[in-house]
């Protein structure tokens, strides 16, 4: 598909915005409410996935250092 | 096959999966976050409107990679469930489970963004079409891999019960691909194909390529986090823990 791009003459760096106003991207052509409830979403799953194993870590690591304790 | 064989023993091995899961983590989300913010910049601002759709396209960005990773992270998480079951692979058994949560959560994505794709495009936010059905069958699954995980007192016997739903669910799969071919619906068939050029422009599906690639290194990044988290848990008892506990290394 890269190779395919190239072929096509496509030039990433030569698109331009779609919008011609910040409060034009917001609209989106009436689409804004949806466009932005999903990216919304997404980022609130994906920042709650990412943090997750964090949080584990942090419950485990507060765990076995009790109970390293508990044995001394 | 020596060296598959050797790769083999030593991701089986949980220090050196614990190790060396720790470097693949912070590479794949090294990888996944700029991916992430190039591929929504672009597919928000950049990529040209649907001449249909109009913007409401744009949710193509996040929609179909989350679906992709969901059937690909089943895939894997079954295939994780029969390693574990034939040869009793404690990693095994940590990856199955590892996978359930965060397939779970890119399977809810895929549907919550479709059902807001689908108001504006199709005038209704759910139907009951064969792909939106298998879509929420796997979510199903992943709920349920979840739940036999913590229903069991005993490990291994929670390990074979996740493993045989997650190797069941396996006949979802085909049925979520070809939903759109077998049965009429409102749904549009795949963007990406490995044997043919995608039918939308250039400027449309690079963006989604960056995209897809984002999430499944993020995908990979959060699964290994996990699992190493949760390998040492179920080591705790181990000699290598206990060294790392007590040199406050984890």
Partial sequence: ?????????????????????????????????????AYGIAFAVLVYQGLAPLRKRRALRRRLMASLEGER | MGWLATWYHRWASPPWFYQMSGRWTRGLMGLALPLLCV????????????????????????HVPAAMVAQSGYI????????????????ADVVLRNCAPIGAAMTFLALATGSIW????????????????????????????????????????????????????????????????????????????????????????????????GFYAFFGAVLLARSRVDLLDRERRSRWVRSLVAEHAI
Wanted: charged share 10%; no cysteine; net charge neutral.
């Fill in chain 2, 118 to 213: 689908g108001k504006p495009t199709w005038g209704a936010w759910w139907v009951w079409d064969a792909r939106i059905t298998s879509m929420l069958v796997l979510l199903m699954l992943y709920l349920g891999v979840m739940g036999l995980g913590s229903a069991f007192r005993n490990e291994q016997a929670a390990g074979r019960a996740s493993a045989i739903l997650a190797l069941v669910g396996v006949v979802n799969i085909p049925i979520i691909k070809y939903s759109v071919e077998w049965w009429y619906s409102l749904h549009q068939p795949a963007t990406f194909r490995l044997t043919e050029k995608p039918a939308m422009p250039v400027e449309m599906w690079a963006p989604l390529l960056v995209m897809v690639l």
């Fill in chain 2, 39 to 62: 591929g929504t910049l672009w597919g928000l601002a950049f990529a040209p409107a649907d001449y249909q759709q109009g913007n409401s396209f744009r949710i193509i960005y996040i």
């Fill in chain 2, 76 to 91: 894997l998480m079954a295939s994780a469930g029969l390693v574990g079951l034939v040869w009793r692979l404690k990693v």
């Fill in chain 1, 1 to 37: 598909m890269i190779a395919s791009a190239a072929v096509d003459g496509f030039d990433p760096w030569s698109q331009n915005m779609q919008f011609d106003s910040f409060s034009t991207w917001l609209q989106m052509g009436g689409h804004g409410g949806y466009v932005f409830a």
